[in-house]
């Protein structure tokens, strides 16, 4: 369960919601590379277990270049490679 703070802002744009990490938790982005991605399905499986890792908020993949960022709180690179490897994929 990942523990933020809410802020309602107005832009010109209309009211926006900014999430932002309660105190004592450091929100970090991480990219990765994997390999074996060859279609938008290999993409979400990739997504989906990663995106199950405790403290992980936004996960993207691309499979044309093996691009995986994930963004979150509290995840280590282990965590990430084993979901990696759970999708069926090899963490680069």
Known sequence: V???SALLQYTPWGYMVRLY??????MSV?????????CGHCEM????????I???SEVTADHTTGAVTVTGTD???EQVAAAVTE???TLK
């Open 2 to 4: 990942l523990f933020l």
């Open 21 to 26: 990490p309660k105190k004592g938790k450091t």
């Open 30 to 38: 991480k990219n990765y590379t994997v390999e074996g991605m060859t």
């Open 45 to 52: 499986s990739v997504k989906e277990e990663v995106g199950e």
């Open 54 to 56: 405790s403290g992980v």
């Open 75 to 77: 995840f280590t690179d």
């Open 87 to 89: 999708a069926g994929y």
